[in-house]
Every structure is written in C-alpha cells, then in structure tokens.
C-alpha cells in the first residue's frame, strides 16, 4: 500500500512539474497580432541554453507528425503547422537567441542536441509522433549525425525506435543549377558579400530584373550578354 502511494504521488509530482514547464513558456499574445492563431505556441530554452519555438498543429490530420527546424531560413506560402507540430531550434550555439556553451563541434552539439530533445518529447507528450528532421544553412551535419548517432544506439540496443520515431531527412540544398546561381545573387548583397554599387551596375545591366525579386529573374540565362556576365563576376 506504501509503495503504491509513493508511486502515485511521484506521477502526481511529475504530472504538475511538465505541465508548469509548458505554462511557463506558453505564448499568450504577440506584438501586432490582431487574430487569434488556430494553433498553439511555446518558446522558451532547451536546457537553459538553446531557443526554440514550438507551434501545434492546427490540423487533425497531421497531428502525428513533428517537424524538427534547425535554424536556416524558412519560407512557404501555406503553414507548415498544417503538415503537423512545428518546432524551430536556433543553431549553430550561441546564434540568434541560443546562449553560446562549451560544446562547439557538430558532433558534441548533435549529442547534446539529441538528449535535450528527449526531453522535450516527454514535456510536451510528442513521443508517439513521427519526427521529420529539417536541416537549415549551416545544420545539414548536425542533421546527418544526429540520425547516424541515433541509428548506431538502436544496433547496439541502447535506444529503441519508441525513443525517438525518426521517420525522415529533409535537407535544404541545391534544387537546380539555375535556382541556385540566381538566387544567390540578392543572397550576396543582403549579406554584405556585394557592394551597393556592385549590385545597383547588375540592375542597370538587366532592366528586366529590376523590378523583381532574384528567384524570378533569371540571370544565368538573360538575352542580355552584359547582364549574364556582369552576374557572374558577382558571383565569383
């Protein structure tokens, strides 16, 4: 009879500490928003130490995927929290909101990663959820390791498949050669890698570009000889 009280007044304790966690970081309003969102969302530090921002899906359908983010830039005309949860992490440590620690390499930082991770499944009841990993800009390794990793603990049966439901990679790439050549050339001047006056002579040779965004204007095959090169020497 002892046992079974201590039993439940340890669940009864654990129940009150995830559901004070989730409180604790649950986002009531934001600046300037004057709708109500159809899903749920928490911000907050994976360990006191990396950012993350997690929305719940607002679809019934897609209520058993979760979609890992690991930093990059994200751009989609429809909501991703429709295809299921959505959890954003900033990295590498130390960019964006993430406080900088001692692990730097990709290896150390996917290990850490991985067990922060389980965690954070068992605080927001996601354990049973089919993971998809997503890789930003500087995170396709950690990615890959975190999945080797994972992959080798399962083979020598320190973790099962229920540990973690890794269902899929996505990694975001070079689609094609001339998506990846035009689009670079508004990348390069909104990182500080092509001067103003640079970038204003390329507008000046391709007046069919000047008026639209990179991603619709293609450089690399432009009826104007001077616009093709003038584009490629800002890309080297």
């Excluded at 499944?121 to 994972?150: H, R």
Aim: hydrophobic content about 35%.
């Amino acid at each position: 009879m002892l046992t079974k009280s201590i039993s439940l007044l340890f669940f009864s304790t654990l129940f009150r500490s995830i559901f004070a966690l989730q409180e604790r970081d649950k986002i009531s309003s934001l600046p300037n928003l004057q709708f109500t969102p159809k899903f749920e969302q928490y911000s907050g530090y994976l360990d006191e130490k990396l950012f993350y921002w997690y929305f719940t899906s607002q679809s019934a359908e897609a209520d058993n995927n979760l979609i890992i983010f690991l930093k990059g830039e994200l751009e989609n005309v429809y909501s991703w929290t429709k295809l299921g949860h959505l959890l954003f992490i900033d990295l590498p440590t130390g960019s964006g909101f993430s406080q900088n620690i001692t692990t730097f390499t990709n290896a150390e930082t996917s290990k850490l990663l991985f067990n922060l991770l389980q965690n954070f499944l068992t605080t927001y009841n996601l354990k049973e959820k089919k993971i998809f990993l997503v890789s930003g800009e500087y995170s396709s390794e950690i990615v890959s390791l975190m999945a080797l990793d994972y992959l080798d603990s399962i083979k020598q049966q320190q973790n099962s498949y229920e540990d973690f439901r890794l269902k899929g990679l996505i990694f975001i790439g070079i689609w094609n050669e001339v998506v990846q050549f035009n689009s670079l050339i508004d990348f390069a001047y909104a990182k500080g890698f092509t001067g103003k006056r640079d970038y204003q002579h390329l507008l000046d040779q391709c007046p069919a570009c000047n008026q639209s965004r990179s991603s619709d204007c293609d450089y690399l095959n432009s009826p104007m000889q001077s616009c093709q090169e003038t584009a490629k020497k800002i890309e080297c």
